[in-house]
């Protein structure tokens, strides 16, 4: 009885070890030409920096908001907006702009509110 | 037909545009209860303390109304009107004014930037005020220069622009409104809220990480001089303001110099400054979404014998809700041998002006506050 269970547990570690290496190879497998399909780190920053750029111009223009001290972050499409504005209703108005954005897929506001 | 369709044209533009106008009501009410110490006795000499129930202490009480109305092609006309207020009494502010904060009417370009005419906060406090790391709540970035980076000025005519690659710059000009260009009359703003011709200028600049300022400004007071021999550089004055904020993930680092100068002040008595620096620097962590803490050093160092003085602060705040919080603030000045300098952001104590907030010279003054405030 033991050694059926000891059977049992070794072979099923060794099933969930054989399926781990098997999802490492696959893995390796598919991450050769995704490499070199991948944008540059270079073009990356580019891609991002241009984002930055569209959602700042965005906040700058959005109507009932003073966006100069917001500061916008891009990662992908995911937008982060740090700095400091005076209200919530300024906040929830630069959430609103940066995802009306074309490219941006998330907006995390870290805006803090204050004013003198 | 051709009249027709001219009308039926007029009609819906009017329609679109009245479409989106939009006015919006806001607010704050901030109180909380405040132990002070360093406070000169009235009944014989030494210090003493207070405890009170105040309004204000982590950010103005206010209420206001914005708008906006979209005139087509880019261009929209603005309005803003703020009034702070005491939630402690419910009283208006000392002069009595309505909208003391900001009354301004203006048109605003999205190409280019906004124009607006009327009352304001002074540009070292409406735009540097994200720059103190506690973003001039009472006792921070105005205690050591006696309050005169916060004032609101009267008659102005600001122009803001629109950001090009990072930068943006900002000016600011205030008429005194009397026969003679440089003087001032009663209900221009500033520490008397008489002050003369005043301007200012701002240069911005931002990227992902950092956010860099620059202000220059002068204030004249009501005789046109900057500077005089009563209050020193403390209600008029040049200003030189340059620092920024450094973005670190949950860490913002704050950093700025602020640089008080007279001119041509004749007769100061010893122990009115007729220039002054400042250096402020400090961090504020986001430890969560709701809660932050601050930590922050303020050093002043005047001259004429008017001395230096350092405040050191701890503080934070912790978010209920979206619009409700809860805040704490522990602050510490030091002065030097004959130096005055209170938490609080008094003009020096003059024989016409008594400041019994000031401590007693060379004496220093700790206080604490924790309060609660709601936006709407």
């Given at each position: 009885m033991k050694a059926s269970q000891a059977i049992k547990a070794i072979s099923g570690a060794l099933i969930v070890l054989a399926s781990l290496n098997a999802y490492a190879q696959s893995s390796d497998a598919t991450a050769a030409p995704d490499t070199t399909a991948a944008p540059s780190a270079k073009s990356t920053k580019a891609t991002n920096r241009a984002l930055q750029r569209k959602v700042l111009k965005a906040l700058a223009r959005?109507?009932?908001?003073?966006?100069?001290n917001i500061t916008v972050r891009a990662r992908g499409g995911a937008v982060t907006l740090e700095g400091r504005v005076s209200d919530q209703g300024q906040s929830d108005i630069a959430t609103q702009t940066a995802q009306g954005v074309?490219?941006?897929?998330s907006v995390k506001n870290a805006l803090e509110i204050r004013a003198q | 037909m051709k009249k027709a369709l001219l009308a039926a044209a007029l009609m819906s533009a009017g329609v679109i545009a009245h479409a989106q106008s939009s006015v919006t009501l806001y607010g704050r009410l901030d109180a909380g209860v405040a132990y002070m110490s360093g406070i000169p006795s009235t009944t014989g000499g030494g210090s003493t303390s207070r405890v009170s129930l105040e309004s204000g202490d982590w950010g103005t009480s206010l209420w206001g109304m914005k708008g906006v109305e979209d005139l087509g092609g880019g261009l929209s006309a603005v309005f803003h009107l703020e009034g702070s207020f005491s939630t402690a009494t419910g009283a208006l502010p000392g002069s009595g004014e309505l909208f003391n904060r900001y009354a301004l009417v203006g048109i605003s370009d999205n190409q280019v930037g906004t124009l607006t005419l009327g009352r304001e906060l002074t540009l070292d406090g409406e735009d540097l005020w994200a720059y103190d790391p506690f973003a001039q709540s009472s006792w921070s970035s105005a205690s050591l220069v006696r309050g005169r980076n916060w004032q609101a000025s009267s008659n102005n005519i600001n122009f803001d622009s629109q950001t090009f690659g990072g930068f943006a710059a900002r000016v600011q000009y205030s008429l005194g409104n009397t026969t003679n260009f440089n003087e001032g009359a009663t209900g221009n703003g500033g520490q008397f809220n008489n002050e003369g011709r005043s301007d200012a200028v701002e240069i911005k600049y931002n990227n992902s990480y950092v956010q860099l300022r620059g202000v220059y400004d002068e204030v004249r007071n009501v005789n046109g001089g900057l500077g005089d021999a009563t209050d020193g550089v403390w209600a008029s004055s040049r200003e030189y303001m340059a620092g920024g904020n450094v973005i670190l993930g949950p860490f913002t680092l704050n950093a700025m110099y602020d640089g008080l100068r007279s001119s041509g002040v004749n007769g100061a008595a010893t122990g009115v400054a007729t220039t002054a620096n400042q250096e402020y620097g400090g961090v504020t962590w986001h430890a969560t979404p709701a809660a932050q803490l601050i930590a922050a050093v303020y050093h002043v160092n005047a001259n004429n014998g008017a001395g230096n003085a350092t405040m050191y602060t701890i503080g934070g705040s912790y978010n209920l809700s979206k619009r409700t919080l809860l805040d704490i603030q522990v602050a510490s000045v030091r002065n030097s041998n004959n130096a005055t300098f209170s938490l609080e952001a008094n003009l020096p104590s003059t024989p016409g002006n008594s400041q019994p907030d000031n401590p007693l010279p060379g004496h220093s003054q700790t206080g604490v506050y924790a309060g609660i405030e709601h936006s709407f």
């Open positions: 959005a109507k009932g908001l003073t966006a100069e074309a490219g941006v897929t | -």
